[in-house]
């Protein structure tokens, strides 16, 4: 009953931009953290940003200043700006949350492809 709903993934060239967004939703009354991760074929899961509920953000060194995490974690809403996007940032975003009991839940991801 509670699910991490996420959207924006799409292909775009380099250079380019996307916004994907995450919405947690059910019978919950707000969230630690949200966060995304992205997985491409063949490579390790890897963390690309987190928000938590006091407003701090963690972001990978490859998309530091390219890469704008925002929303609102305690009303479970998060969005991901991707900036200047490279060919190398293709893969499958997955959207994170982990719930005041603790519980840590994942969205089904959303592609996103960059062409060069």
């Known amino acids: 009953q509670v699910q991490l709903v996420e959207s924006g993934g799409g292909s775009v060239q380099a250079g380019g931009s996307l916004r994907v967004s995450c919405t947690a939703s059910g019978n919950i009354r707000s969230l630690n953290y949200m966060g995304w991760y992205r997985q491409d074929l063949g490579k390790e899961r890897e963390l690309v940003a987190r928000?938590?509920?006091?407003?701090?953000?963690t972001y990978a060194d490859s998309v530091k200043d390219r890469f704008t995490i925002s929303g609102d974690v305690v009303k479970n809403t998060v969005y991901l700006q991707m900036n200047s996007l490279r060919p190398e940032d293709t893969a499958v975003y997955s959207c994170?949350?982990?719930?005041?009991?603790?519980?840590?839940?994942w969205g089904q991801g959303t592609q996103v492809t960059v062409s060069s």
């Open positions: 994170k949350a982990q719930l005041r009991s603790l519980r840590v839940l």
């Open positions: 928000l938590t509920a006091d407003g701090t953000t």
